[in-house]
């Protein structure tokens, strides 16, 4: 109905602001600020549900921290994308957890291990190992990290069934 109700205090000094509505500057259906000497930070709901934390000036379009109606994080972007987590920015972590299926299937009976030819026909026709992108699509399109985790490592168990078919012909040689 539009009324306030403060059963306390609701004491705002002059360099403080606690805005219900629209304001001038932007469609905010509720913002808190702190502007002091040094610094300045704002916490504000728009219109369409949207939560959003930013340090500094009210006029940067770009939020610290968004925390979207559709329960996705934004930070240092106003768009997640439908991603759970949107960073613009370099992320850094002592662990990160990725679940994934695995590339074991390489020691399996029945995968067909391509010939070493193959393979060179592949990177002289495409400039790329088979299964793994291109250059462009990787700048176009980024990479998944769990499949690229699986892809490598599938590569590299490929890697070790050619390094151990080269040893038993070595070590046929030998014997001759």
Known sequence: NGNIHVNKYLFIPSNRELIFGNTSDRDH??????????NNGSCYINYSG???YRNGS???????VLFSKDNNVGI?????????????GTIR???????????????KKGYKLPTLEEVEQHIGKRGTLP?????EEVKANGVNL?????????KIEELTLYIIE???????LKKR
Request: proline share 4%.
């Open 93 to 107: 972590a002592k662990e990160i957890k990725v679940d994934s299926d695995w590339a074991d299937f390489v020691f």
């Open 58 to 64: 009210m006029t940067d379009d770009v939020p610290v």
């Open 29 to 38: 259906s509720l913002r808190i600020s702190y502007n002091g000497n040094d």
């Open 76 to 88: 240092g972007t106003l768009d997640p994308q439908g991603y759970k987590l949107a960073v613009n």
């Open 131 to 135: 299964g793994v992108p291109s250059e």
């Open 146 to 154: 769990a499949e690229t985790n699986a892809l490598l490592l599938q």
């Open 50 to 52: 949207d939560l959003r």
């Open 166 to 172: 080269m040893k038993k012909e070595i070590n046929e």
